[in-house]
């Protein structure tokens, strides 16, 4: 039996010309037009050359910024350059620090760092009469919910039934395009070394009395035995909703968390076709437990306690007492994290299990975030149609220049007819992006952690970058809890 094989990713290029985006393209075609115009201007009205020198100086240090590459950022010239301006303003401006003020007189109540400052809990319940949670974002009103799950596995599975699973989470993909009030998807693993009593207490509290007192003890010395051996693995699905966008809008707080719960149910539902164990949805007390255990990682065995007898901490309780974030890692509290963002998909073909390094757990604490960005149904197809016109154009370009066509955009042009008439057929179109974070809670251990993730990554054939100036944003997307990287850069204060 042959093994099935999955791809057909590529990142969207639109009319980039070479290796250059749309964005770059344009760019470095306003560098030539914008001289030549000037040049026109001089000699028409006969205006002082110093003006034309000024515009092609300018006009070849834009390029230069635009076209070459930097390294590690991964990024243009000029966006490490915005970057590190970035970087320096916020430390200079102490932005980069953070105190919650435990020892203030005043009331502790929505105190988050960073981008997460605005989100704030609301308690509901579903059409059972079941309690859950939302977390809104009071800046721009979205809502985010989470559904627990627990992957069944592939391990002792069929290769017919792992396809049935493939295909039907690809069938739910397509379906969060018809959804109007979609905003992204968060599918948030998170893997940590258990404690060494995590396994004895929980085998402790379910020893019944009246048992024989040979099958006590040998539970007992059973637990004993895997001190520390154990993992503590969480599976989450979180979704962000725009209740604005759904019609008629919603015109208060109730309206709006009745249009979420209602598309809640139905993407809930099909759910357990992929391959998942429904454990229902999370509410406000998980919400605090998984931020709380993220910031301080020393107190993961007591919030664990604590969540099984369902003696959860408030809201006010869930951020950093004291956080700070430098260029290449995040201080928080008890621990010391490093995020990285994914820099590019594999290029060839890959197996069903080939995230397995990634997620599977390990030594150190590690939280994997895959994002999912929807184009709505209506967008789909002239996303695609104008990614295969791209394609189509440059192939074109080259021919009437007389450039040799290479086999990587032979290959990118398959990819992008391959889209168009699978979205053709009823498949979904998005965006995917992948969040990693390490935390350890010794600095010391911070660079094994970081090459032991670097290393599982190169094993799931992903490319991830480290997210030079910005892991306080970084470490927050890896959290999915409504926040979104590609959003973020939208925000400003001509935005506002």
């Not at 992006?433 to 350890?440: G, H, I, M, R, S």
């Not at 094993?459 to 480290?466: D, G, Q, V, Y």
Request: net charge positive; proline share 6%.
């Amino acid at each position: 039996m042959s093994t099935r094989m999955y791809g057909g990713w590529r990142p969207r290029r639109g009319y980039g010309l070479g290796n250059l985006s749309e964005k770059q393209t344009v760019t470095v075609a306003g560098c030539v037009l914008v001289p030549l115009g000037v040049w026109m201007l001089v000699a028409s009205f006969e205006l002082p050359l110093l003006l034309l020198g000024a515009a092609v100086a300018v006009a070849v240090l834009v390029a230069v910024l635009t076209v070459i590459p930097h390294r590690t950022h991964g990024t243009s010239l000029g966006g490490a350059v915005v970057i590190w301006v970035r970087t320096r303003t916020a430390r200079r401006k102490g932005w980069t620090q953070w105190e919650s003020g435990v020892f203030t007189s005043h009331a502790r109540k929505n105190e988050l760092p960073g981008v997460l400052a605005p989100i704030v809990p609301l308690s509901t319940q579903d059409g059972l009469g079941q309690p859950y949670g939302l977390l809104w974002d009071r800046r721009n009103g979205r809502l985010t919910a989470s559904l627990r799950v627990a992957p069944v596995g592939t391990v002792l599975t069929d290769v017919d039934r792992t396809d049935l699973w493939i295909g039907s989470f690809a069938a739910w993909q397509a379906a969060l395009g018809h959804e109007p009030t979609i905003e992204w998807v968060a599918i948030v693993v998170e893997s940590a070394p258990s404690a060494g009593t995590e396994l004895a207490d929980y085998v402790a509290d379910r020893l019944h009395p009246a048992a024989p007192q040979v099958a006590r003890d040998t539970l007992t010395e059973i637990a004993a035995s895997h001190r520390g051996a154990t993992a503590d693995i969480s599976v989450r699905v979180n979704l962000t909703f725009q209740p604005q966008r759904a019609r008629p809008v919603p015109q208060d707080d109730a309206e709006r968390v009745a249009e979420v719960s209602r598309a809640l149910a139905g993407l809930e539902s099909d759910l357990p076709l992929c391959g998942v164990a429904s454990l229902g949805r999370a509410t406000a007390a998980h919400w605090t437990y998984w931020l709380r255990s993220a910031y301080d990682p020393h107190s993961r065995p007591e919030l664990a306690r604590l969540s099984e007898h369902n003696h959860l901490l408030a809201w006010a309780d869930a951020g950093p007492v004291a956080a700070e974030a430098m260029t290449d890692h995040l201080w928080h509290d008890s621990g010391w994290s490093v995020t990285w963002a994914m820099a590019a998909l594999p290029n060839q073909a890959v197996t069903s299990n080939v995230l397995a390094p990634l997620v599977t757990p390990g030594r150190y604490h590690r939280r994997v975030a895959i994002t999912y960005q929807p184009f709505p149904a209506e967008e789909a197809a002239a996303v695609v149609n104008r990614e295969a016109h791209g394609s189509t154009f440059r192939r074109q370009l080259r021919r009437r220049r007389g450039l040799d066509e290479t086999a990587r955009d032979r290959a990118d042009e398959a990819r992008a007819i391959q889209a168009a008439e699978e979205e053709a057929h009823g498949a979904g179109v998005g965006l995917w992006a992948c969040y990693v974070t390490t935390t350890v809670e010794d600095p010391q251990q911070l660079p094994d952690a970081v090459a032991d993730v670097e290393s599982r990554a190169r094993n799931a054939k992903l490319r991830l970058r480290r997210c030079w100036g910005w892991q306080h944003a970084g470490f927050a997307a890896s959290l999915g809890a409504g926040i979104y990287p590609p959003e973020l850069v939208k925000r400003g204060r001509f935005t506002r």
